[in-house]
């Protein structure tokens, strides 16, 4: 069965070892007849600044969602979201952040509840959600020392709040600055096994 899939990408370099991922990911999905939306934040000229009155918005009876209408529309569609980005100092582009700042709003991926308790999730066709990143560092920082922020961050404030019927997995490649062929390929056959398992 066809799923509507959208694939957000923020890295600036067309060359990038993001970039050749997302491609991979993009033709992978297509080849198995999914409906794709690619997103690239860089190349879309995506503007991450949440604006006075969108934050202004957040409590009012009707959220403006005018200046982000068309990825808020992909979004609430989406069966399967896919983020492919690289992690900097141990968190998310400035990019991809500001498109969850203007994304993950009352009207579009959350309600508020009556009395501002726990938030009610909007995001409810949402099956999946897998995230792609890239990092300098070897993988025992990021777990051991770190304790794998932006995994906690996306699993459990941004999806777990919004989708949480969603199930969401990562995948990061570490050391990348020293990356042979070889280790490369496992990780591209690893990402493979992980999208037939989620379509």
């Not at 503007?47 to 403006?64: F, S, V």
């Not at 005018?66 to 900097?88: C, G, K, N, Q």
């Not at 991809?96 to 509840?113: E, M, Q, S, T």
């Not at 794998?148 to 961050?153: A, D, E, G, L, S």
Request: aromatic share 12%; glycine share 4%; with cysteine.
């Amino acid at each position: 069965m066809s799923k509507n899939v959208v694939i957000v990408f923020a890295h600036p370099l067309k060359d990038s070892l993001c970039a050749h991922l997302a491609s991979l990911i993009t033709a992978r999905l297509d080849e198995a007849g999914h409906s794709i939306t690619f997103a690239d934040l860089y190349e879309r000229g995506f503007d991450p600044r949440l604006t006075a009155n969108e934050r202004k918005a957040y409590y009012a009876d009707a959220y403006d969602r005018s200046a982000v209408a068309l990825y808020a529309e992909d979004l609430v569609r989406a069966d399967i979201l896919i983020l492919v980005f690289p992690t900097w100092w141990f968190g998310l582009p400035a990019i991809l952040k500001g498109w969850i700042d203007r994304l993950f709003v009352p009207g579009v991926a959350y309600d508020h509840a009556p009395d501002f308790g726990r938030m009610i999730p909007r995001l409810t066709r949402l099956k999946s959600c897998l995230a792609v990143t890239t990092l300098g560092s070897p993988w025992w920082i990021d777990w051991f020392v770190m304790f794998r922020p932006v995994r906690r961050i996306l699993s459990r404030a941004i999806i777990g709040t919004c989708a949480p019927q969603a199930r969401f997995s990562m995948l990061s490649l570490y050391n990348t600055e020293q990356l042979s062929a070889e280790r490369l390929a496992a990780f591209e056959r690893r990402l493979g096994r992980k999208l037939e398992r989620l379509i």
